[in-house]
């Protein structure tokens, strides 16, 4: 399984990229679908979740911001990001569990992008 990431940018605080995310290859069930971010240092952020019923949640940092959509058919999200604030500079990461996978014992079943950067600046 493969997770590409796409969309990273430098942009000006307030502005809005778009990420994109697509998994694909040998994959049994995807359900949620998340997007996490990491700026320098060792902790990795949870920014956005989406289930493949459409049920979303946020960090705090990123509500009425951010908006977490997918495409259940070919296991694609975005993350349309506004009003950009320089705190949100980081590396973007896509993370898709196969919980098919995972149900039958594969042991490689959470999948990760090599993340996107995003960095805000004026």
């Known amino acids: 399984v493969q997770v590409v990431e796409s969309g990273g940018a430098l942009a000006h605080p307030g502005g809005s990229p778009r990420l994109s995310c697509a998994a694909s290859?040998?994959?049994?069930?995807?359900?949620?679908m998340h997007w996490y971010r990491q700026a320098p240092g060792p902790q990795r952020e949870l920014v956005a979740t989406?289930?493949?019923?459409?049920?979303?949640n946020y960090a705090d940092s990123v509500k009425c911001r951010f908006t977490i959509s997918r495409i259940n058919a070919n296991n694609t999200v975005y993350l349309q990001m506004n009003s950009l604030k320089p705190e949100d500079t980081a590396v973007y990461y896509c993370?898709?569990?196969?919980?098919?996978?995972?149900?039958?014992?594969?042991?490689?079943?959470?999948?990760w992008g090599q993340g996107t950067q995003v960095t805000v600046s004026s």
């Open positions: 989406i289930t493949s019923s459409g049920e979303t």
């Open positions: 290859g040998r994959i049994i069930t995807i359900n949620a």
């Open positions: 993370n898709a569990p196969d919980v098919g996978a995972q149900a039958i014992g594969v042991p490689l079943y959470d999948f």
